[in-house]
């Protein structure tokens, strides 16, 4: 079973800065989107950010001109730059990837923790 795994997740200052990363453990054909959600306590997950092949980018209004989402499609790995950071951006981010072939499967990654302090 193919797992994602997050990285570089932590705790920084507000205004800080925290790049993620997710990388499949194994490789696997067939992903058509990559992308990351967040669940701060007492809310819903929701979506930050998600690029499908050949398309546009697609932000949260919330975090839109902060966030940049990015791909490395040949080792299927998604990543998110973090700038300008918020207290309201705290939350676990989760690492999220869709593939078509040879059937739909959505997979999640197990969360890491982002924290920011004000």
């Known amino acids: 079973q193919v797992q994602f795994v997050e990285s570089g997740g932590g705790l920084v200052h507000s205004g800080g800065s925290l790049r993620l990363s997710c990388a499949a453990s194994e490789k696997i054909s067939g992903i058509y989107a990559m992308g990351w959600y967040r669940q701060a306590p007492g809310k819903q997950r929701e979506l930050v950010a998600i690029?499908?092949?050949?398309?546009?980018?697609a932000y949260a209004d919330s975090v839109k001109g902060r966030f940049t989402i990015s791909r490395d499609n040949t080792r299927n790995m998604v990543f998110l730059q973090m700038n300008s950071l918020e207290p309201e951006d705290t939350a676990v981010y989760y690492c999220y990837a869709r593939r078509v072939v040879p059937y739909q499967t959505e997979y999640w990654g197990q969360g890491t923790q982002v924290t920011v302090s004000s």
């Open positions: 690029l499908s092949n050949g398309g546009n980018p």
